[in-house]
């Protein structure tokens, strides 16, 4: 079983910052891919972000130059600092990691979910 925890979601005025975190546990052996992905009711949930395990990221056009993914390796954590906050932002965030646990399959988890309300 690999499990995700996220924190850091609330509420902000637009124009501020939040950092969302993401830690993983569990049997992981290798993690190939995470991203941040968002959703509005009533919508499908989008990609914001995405960073490989050779550390090469991704960005929705919405969102380049204003967020900024990361990853802290040996906590098995990762984070997705978001800058000038727009009330367009609001949404439930929620991280995805793929991997291979140490039995050699292969895992596909998704956090629990953290509300981000930007106020206008």
């Known amino acids: 079983q690999v499990q995700l925890v996220e924190s850091g979601g609330g509420l902000v005025q637009a124009g501020g910052s939040l950092r969302l975190s993401c830690a993983a546990s569990g049997t992981i052996r290798s993690i190939n891919l995470m991203g941040w992905y968002r959703q509005v009711p009533g919508e499908q949930r989008e990609v914001v972000a995405s960073l490989t395990s050779g550390g090469t990221t991704g960005y929705v056009e919405s969102v380049k130059g204003r967020f900024t993914m990361s990853r802290d390796t040996a906590k098995n954590t990762v984070y997705l600092q978001m800058d000038r906050l727009k009330p367009e932002d609001t949404a439930v965030y929620y991280c995805?990691?793929?991997?291979?646990?140490?039995?050699?399959?292969?895992?596909?988890?998704w956090g629990q979910g953290t509300q981000v309300t930007v106020s206008s």
């Open positions: 995805n990691v793929r991997g291979r646990r140490w039995d050699g399959r292969a895992f596909d988890s």
